[in-house]
């Protein structure tokens, strides 16, 4: 065999070497660093394979389910496909302190496990809003705005103390 063969053979080889260590790093334990994206009924049709994992939950919040207990810090709602009845719905719970923009009917993705006892875990909580800011037009505009703020952090804080 030629130095020039040889220096070729051990190249091909390091490279091969290389190539299956790299493999390895990127494949190895990538099931465990997989975060499946599901709506309710997506999880719920998973069974077994949905309790554990790390999920994210996307979704609507359902009207009337919002629970916010301020002495426990713990958030419970449902998140929902849709509004058609009989749609598929999830409990969630979460020690999370919800954004400024969470509310009823928001779209909503939440980080976290699914247990046996039917509930989601929720260990991050995101909402879903359009990325484009429209500034108020006129006077009107910006009084309706203010007005419907008001309207929206009063609903809240109601219903924060009627539980």
């Known amino acids: ?3 020039q063969t040889r220096n070729r053979v051990i190249a091909v080889v390091a490279l ?3 190539g299956a260590g790299l493999a390895l790093v990127a494949f190895g334990n990538i099931g465990e660093n997989l975060v499946y994206y599901w709506r309710p009924s997506e999880m719920l049709a998973q069974g077994e394979k949905a309790y554990g994992p790390t999920i994210r939950l996307g979704g609507q919040v359902q009207p009337g389910s919002i629970q916010w207990n301020e002495q426990h810090t713990t958030l419970h709602f449902r ?3 849709s509004e058609h009845p009989g749609a598929a719905n999830v409990l969630v719970s979460t ?3 919800p954004p400024q923009m969470f509310r009823e009917r928001i779209g909503v993705v939440v980080e976290g496990t699914f247990d046996k006892s039917q ?3 929720g260990s991050r909580l ?3 809003h359009s990325n484009e800011y429209r500034a108020p037009k006129t006077d009107d ?3 309706k ?3 419907d703020m008001q309207k929206a952090e009063a609903t809240t804080a109601a219903a924060a103390r009627a539980q």
Request: net charge negative.
């Open 1 to 3: 065999m030629t130095q």
């Open 16 to 18: 091969l070497v290389a």
């Open 79 to 81: 998140v929902m496909d």
């Open 95 to 97: 020690s999370e302190v």
């Open 119 to 121: 509930v989601f875990q």
């Open 126 to 128: 995101m909402v879903n």
């Open 141 to 143: 505009d910006v009084k």
């Open 145 to 147: 705005m203010f007005e």
